[in-house]
């Protein structure tokens, strides 16, 4: 059972070993040497003396490596991390020096890789549920997924490996090392199309802390490439613009090929977004940034002034003018993207009209929105439950009444001032109303039990 390190060793060993050292390594079978090191280390161990036990450590991993008698070493692993009064340096050092030599074992031999996979479930196996050594854990963890990864193709088992561990709870390993780990833990879950899994993942990385280290710019933007990813998976639309504004502001993105295809995508994303005061006031901020209208072409461009302006969008002269950038993207080769787009267009055009207009007849409309009667009422009926627009329709008119409440752009009016008097003085009368309705029953219930009293003395 290992012990905390001592404060000071009860013997020092050194000498003993500058002397025994020069002597063992004369012996000509190295299963002797391992024997008499052995010896030495049960001496060390007992004495508490840290800086001899490392030193004798180190020469039974180097003789067994340089004999290549791994099987040996696989079993001393299991053997000194057991032993009664182990220091837990000890078998903290043993283990990393085990792990400099498996780089030795050439992964392309059959015979090698399988030694390897051993001496690595090995030191898995005695590194389990121990604090002080959960960095080599989390390095051999690694080092075993990327075989099973790039060896085996086994997929499921390498993220079965890798996301086993909670690297973000570990003190002893560095903060860089933690993303790092946890970044491929995410990019092995997205590349199984395990998005749920990859997006709980995330949650263990803060935006704000990917700062002030040597690789907190890469790390940032490969973290939010996996957001993105994420993001179009969810069709989140709002939230792939918000991290496309983020990735763009990072220098190295700023330099780099996909600097134009990442402001193109955020024009076609926010015009996909759902309307709301958040996308009202994103798309704004976009169509007056002088980095798109300098960058990305003109054409493109101007979707942010269509999209802005209160004036009503035909869905077919769009199609004709964009069919070719549209084709050229692999946002809108998704159907559901190209679907949401038309949404989108009819959704601008009944907020246009809701502002412009008092009362439309619903045939009328249908032809203004390009569409059937019944598509016009389930667009206008899911627009007012969301509350961008307050309409009511007529049927047996065919009569479309919007309602002309003043209200600020941009604002939701689900929140207005107004809308909230309103549904508390409904939520206030209908009180008073229920309360005089139990005031009541109350009365009935004392008549009706003073009554049967009555009778019953009579």
């Known amino acids: 059972m290992s012990r905390e390190d001592p404060i000071k060793a009860e013997k020092d060993f050194s000498a003993t070993l500058d002397e025994q050292f020069p ?16 010896v030495l280390e049960k001496q060390t161990r007992q004495s508490s003396d840290l800086s001899s036990s490392k030193r004798i450590l180190e020469r039974l991993v180097n003789v067994l490596v340089s004999n290549g008698d791994w099987n040996y070493l696989n079993d001393l692993i299991i053997i000194l991390s057991k032993k009664h009064g182990q220091l837990k340096s ?13 780089k030795q074992l050439n992964e392309s031999d059959p015979k090698e890789l399988e030694t390897k996979i051993k001496l690595i479930e090995t030191i898995r196996l005695v590194t389990d549920k121990k604090i002080f050594v959960e ?18 193709n086994d997929l499921d088992k390498a993220v079965e490996i890798l996301c086993d561990l909670q690297v973000e709870t570990y003190s002893l390993m560095p903060f860089s090392d933690k993303i790092e780990y946890i970044l ?23 935006l704000k802390t990917l700062k002030n280290f ?5 790390f940032k933007t490969t973290y939010l490439k996996y957001l993105i990813d994420i993001n ?12 496309l504004l983020l990735l763009i502001e990072i220098p190295i993105v700023k330099e780099s090929k996909e600097f134009k295809d ?33 960058t990305i072409d003109s054409k493109i461009f101007k979707l942010l002034e269509i999209f802005t302006t209160d004036e009503l969008i035909h869905w ?92 600020i752009e941009g604002m939701d009016p689900r929140t207005s001032d107004n809308h909230i008097n309103a549904v508390l003085n409904d939520w206030c009368f209908d009180v008073d109303k229920l309360l005089e309705e139990i005031d009541s029953i109350g009365h009935l219930i004392n008549k009706e039990e003073m009554m049967y009293g009555i009778k019953k003395v009579i």
Request: hydrophobic share 35%; proline share 2%; no cysteine.
């Open 23 to 38: 002597i063992i390594e004369k012996i000509p079978n190295y299963k002797e040497q391992i024997d008499k090191y052995l």
């Open 90 to 102: 000890s078998i903290q050092f043993f283990i990393q020096e085990v792990i400099k030599n498996l």
């Open 135 to 152: 960095v080599e854990r989390a390095i051999v963890s690694k080092n075993l997924a990327e075989i099973y990864l790039n060896q085996k």
């Open 184 to 206: 491929e833990q995410i990019q092995l879950t997205l590349q199984k199309g395990d998005y749920n899994q990859a997006k709980i993942l995330s949650r263990k990385i803060l």
């Open 214 to 218: 040597e690789k907190a710019d890469e």
């Open 232 to 243: 179009i998976f969810d069709y989140d639309y709002l939230s792939i613009v918000k991290n």
């Open 262 to 294: 990442y402001l193109i995508s955020i024009v076609y994303y926010i015009i996909l977004s759902t309307y709301d005061p958040h996308q009202n006031d994103l798309i704004n901020k976009i169509s007056k940034n002088p980095i798109f209208s300098k």
């Open 316 to 407: 077919s002269n769009i199609e004709s003018l964009y069919k070719q950038e549209f084709s050229t993207t692999s946002i809108f080769k998704d159907v559901k993207n190209y679907e949401n787009l038309q949404k989108r267009i009819i959704e601008h055009n009944l907020r246009v009209i809701n502002k412009f207009y008092q009362y439309m007849k619903l045939d009328r409309l249908s032809y203004l929105l390009q569409l059937s009667t019944d598509e016009s009422e389930k667009y206008i009926s899911e627009l007012v439950n969301n509350g961008m627009i307050n309409a009511k329709i007529n049927r047996p008119k065919g009569i479309v009444k919007f309602d002309k409440t003043k209200r």
